[in-house]
Every structure is written in C-alpha cells, then in structure tokens.
C-alpha cells in the first residue's frame, strides 16, 4: 500500500515549457486535490475532484488543467509554465465522508511527497 | 469564504518545555473540522491533531492538545514536553462539512524550532 504517490519528486521547466505532474493513490479514495505552497503563503487549492471525471477550481487555479480519468489517478497540466508557477506542488486524497462510518478516516486527507518545480 | 490566521510566523522552544501556537479563523459555517498540520524539513505533511467543531470538549493526541474556542473562532495548538522531533512548520487548517470532504483552507504556517 503506497499510499499516494507524486511523479515527478523534481522538475525544471523553461518559461513556456508545458508538463503535467501525476498523482496516484492506491485507496480507492473518491476525492482529490491540488495544492500549491510558497514560501509564507502555506497551501493553497488549485484544483480537486470529487470523483472520477469531474473537476472543480479552486483558490488559484489560473494556468493549470486537470484531469481525472481514472480514480486512482489526478493530473496536474501545465501547458505554458510562467515564473510564478515556481512551487512545491501536493497532490491529496480523502474518502467520502458519508461512506465512511468510523472516524478518524472520515476527515482525513492524505498528502503526497511534493514536487518541486523551478520554472526559469 | 473562510479564512485562516497564523500570526506567529515563527517560534522558539527550549526542549521539555511547553509551547503554543495560535490559529484564528473565520467562518459563518456551524458545522466544520479544524486540523493541525507538521511538516518537517522531509516536505511530508502529517496530520497532528483534528477537531469536530460540534464537540465542546478539546481533542488531544499525546503530547499534542488544542484549545478549540469556538464562539471566539479561535483553535490553539499546544505542545508538551516538546522534542526535537517536534521542529517543523505547522498549518492550521479548516475544511467545512458539506455532507462530503471538502478542500482544506490553510493558514500560512508557523515555523517551530526546538532547542537543545
């Protein structure tokens, strides 16, 4: 059980370069999440999803796509990368709340490793 | 839109010692969770400590306690016996109950240093 994995750990990009970053969690989790985090600004919502093919924006979800074709899995596109996407970049999965009686799961997000993308 | 206030953007502890960290929020929601979060240097964010805001009585987790008070909107974390293990950024974090998990609003973190 790996839990929820991120690809790539490292990435530098050039200014106009596009990536997508990739998540993946092996417990049959329904919901997941995009976080950026800068230096004094903690995390922030890109975007998330709350089941398979579906999406929603979040707090800063300017300049990025996503995607979630399969349930396990939750991509993040970048498809022009500017200066200011220079993060570290948390994938996050949650069951949902109502399918699950016993806390303390029912609230629980679980975070990947991070990304730490540099764009020059 | 709820909003999460850390206004200690960095503390010091001496190690055994006791510290507080504060966390204020906004919200006209009733029903919602709060968190603490540590991530330490390896960048791993780890779930220290949740509340229900129904629950009058305060959560604790070993040597991790909160002081929830809710008219106040205010959600201190306390650390006892404090380690050196215990040095890391913490995020208070709110999430709203909507029948389902909704995303989590941080605050911008407090950066904690133990000292031997």
């Known amino acids: 059980n790996a839990g929820v994995t991120q690809t790539p750990k490292f990435r530098v990009l050039k200014t106009g370069q596009s990536m997508t970053l990739l998540c993946a969690q092996d417990?049959?989790?329904?919901?997941m999440y995009w976080y950026r985090q800068d230096p004094g600004m903690g995390l922030r919502l890109i975007h998330y999803?709350?089941?398979?093919?579906?999406?929603a924006k979040g707090e800063v979800p300017d300049g990025y796509n996503v995607s979630r074709l399969k349930k396990q899995n939750f991509l993040l596109g970048l498809e022009s990368a500017a200066p200011s996407q220079t993060s570290v970049y948390f994938c996050?999965?949650?069951?949902?709340?109502?399918?699950?009686?016993?806390?303390?799961?029912?609230?629980?997000?679980?975070f990947g490793p991070g990304t730490r993308l540099t764009v020059t | 839109a709820q909003t999460v206030t850390q206004s200690q953007p960095e503390m010091s502890v001496q190690e055994a010692e006791t510290v507080t960290l504060s966390c204020t929020y906004d919200?006209?929601?009733?029903?919602?969770?709060l968190f603490w979060y540590k991530q330490p240097p390896s960048r791993q964010m780890i779930l220290v400590i949740r509340?229900?805001?129904?629950?009058?009585q305060n959560a604790t987790e070993n040597r991790f306690s909160v002081n929830f008070q809710k008219a106040a909107k205010s959600f201190s974390l306390k650390i006892s016996d404090s380690q050196l293990g215990d040095t890391a950024m913490y995020f208070c974090?709110?999430?709203?109950?909507?029948?389902?998990?909704?995303?989590?609003?941080f605050g911008k973190g407090t950066r904690l240093s133990v000292i031997a």
């Open positions: 417990m049959n989790h329904e919901y």
């Open positions: 996050a999965s949650s069951y949902v709340f109502s399918s699950v009686s016993s806390f303390p799961f029912a609230y629980e997000q679980y």
């Open positions: 509340q229900e805001a129904y629950k009058q």
């Open positions: 974090a709110f999430m709203k109950h909507e029948g389902g998990n909704t995303p989590l609003v």
């Open positions: 919200t006209s929601e009733n029903n919602y969770y």
């Open positions: 999803s709350v089941g398979e093919g579906t999406t």
